[in-house]
């Protein structure tokens, strides 16, 4: 983490630097677009990097808004907000879960699984109020029609674009963060399993210009699939514009909603065995554990003090030596 002392040194540029200095080379290349802003001549290559990009203003009853919509120029403000993750997944593991796995005394299996815990938790727990107070300012949860209605959505409001992008980012950090944090080989597949998903469901869903992700991501699976189904599924099919035009942004078809229908119905499913099979191997480790412990006879406890009446120990009714020989008996003398 930037500004933290290091008890080891490593060689410039090396694997090991890379590794542990990721979040510090991060820190720099934010600064250097941050700096960037104070003088004129950068100042428009600076923005292109924080800001959305492709704004238009959109014409109101009242007055004009401004909304966005995507191009390549996105994947430079994608790549910054990359390096702007990089560093909050630091600090989180550094003054948040190094400390708390110090103090459990975690094995080298736990302390991977808990590290990857944790940071899903503070990025779900963000999303989910993040989620809930786009769905208020945008007017999602009072018009939930608005999901639909005038689709396509090809220019989207600052919030939404913005929910996407930062989205984008994160899933996209976490395939790096499998090299930086030293994840075992057996545990990269099934991370790389659930990282694919969130990326093609929030780009196809940005890309189609299919908003409801960014109203409802973050919530439970049943909600997902039950929104998906009411808006895919019924209320961009009573549309009238159901011709396929990429250049226009319309992909309402019906080929289009069954792919994606059929999509999030077979993600929510496998994610849904995926938990039901993992509850159920933690049960069975469990039950075997507390079978196996009642199946261990009790020690028999040892005496809590050995009494040495002769030096030596008996056998066969003999006091011998500490080196197997009988102890010579002493002659008496005559008087």
């Known amino acids: 983490m930037a500004f933290r002392r290091r008890t080891k040194s490593y060689p410039l540029f090396s694997q090991e630097f890379v590794i542990h200095n990721h979040a510090d080379i991060g820190f720099c290349l934010v600064l250097c677009v941050l700096i960037g802003l104070m003088f004129e001549v950068t100042a428009k290559t600076a ?3 924080i800001l959305p990009q492709y704004n238009i203003s959109v014409p109101t009853a009242d007055s004009e808004t401004v909304h966005y919509h995507y191009g390549p120029k996105d ?4 790549l910054f907000y990359i390096f702007i993750t990089i560093i909050l997944h630091a600090v989180v593991q550094e003054y948040v879960l190094d400390k708390i796995s110090k103090r ?5 299996v736990k302390h991977s699984k808990f590290n990857e815990s944790g940071q899903l938790v503070v990025f779900h727990f963000t999303s989910v109020i993040w989620c809930f107070y786009v769905v208020v300012t945008e007017g999602y949860l009072t018009n939930p029609r608005s999901l639909w209605e005038d689709y396509p959505h090809v220019h989207l409001p600052f919030q939404v674009k913005f929910f996407y992008l930062c989205q984008l980012a994160y899933w996209l950090h976490a395939l790096p963060e499998l090299y930086f944090q030293k994840v075992r080989k057996e545990e990269i597949p099934r991370q790389l ?7 093609v469901h929030i780009a196809g869903a940005y890309l189609l210009k299919f908003s409801a992700w960014a109203a409802v991501f973050g919530v439970t699976r049943l909600f997902i699939l039950t929104l998906a189904v009411l808006a895919i599924g ?3 099919a009573r ?3 159901q011709a396929f035009d990429p250049e226009k942004g319309n992909f309402n ?5 069954l792919c994606v229908l059929l999509l999030v119905c077979a993600a929510q499913a496998w994610l849904m065995w995926r938990f039901i099979h993992s509850q159920l191997r933690h049960w069975r480790e469990y039950w075997n554990e507390q079978s196996a412990k009642r199946r261990v ?5 040892l005496p809590a003090r050995l009494i040495k009446r002769e030096s030596g120990y008996h056998e066969n009714g003999v006091v011998k030596a500490e080196n197997g020989t009988s102890p010579r008996t002493k002659k008496l003398k005559s008087p």
């Open 75 to 78: 994947l430079v403000t994608i």
């Open 104 to 108: 459990l005394h975690l094995s080298k």
């Open 253 to 257: 078809t019906l080929f289009c909603r």
């Open 234 to 236: 019924f209320g961009l």
């Open 297 to 301: 006879p009790a020690t028999p406890r």
């Open 239 to 241: 549309m009238e514009n």
């Open 47 to 49: 923005f292109l990097f």
């Open 193 to 199: 399993q659930y990282i694919c998903l969130y990326l």
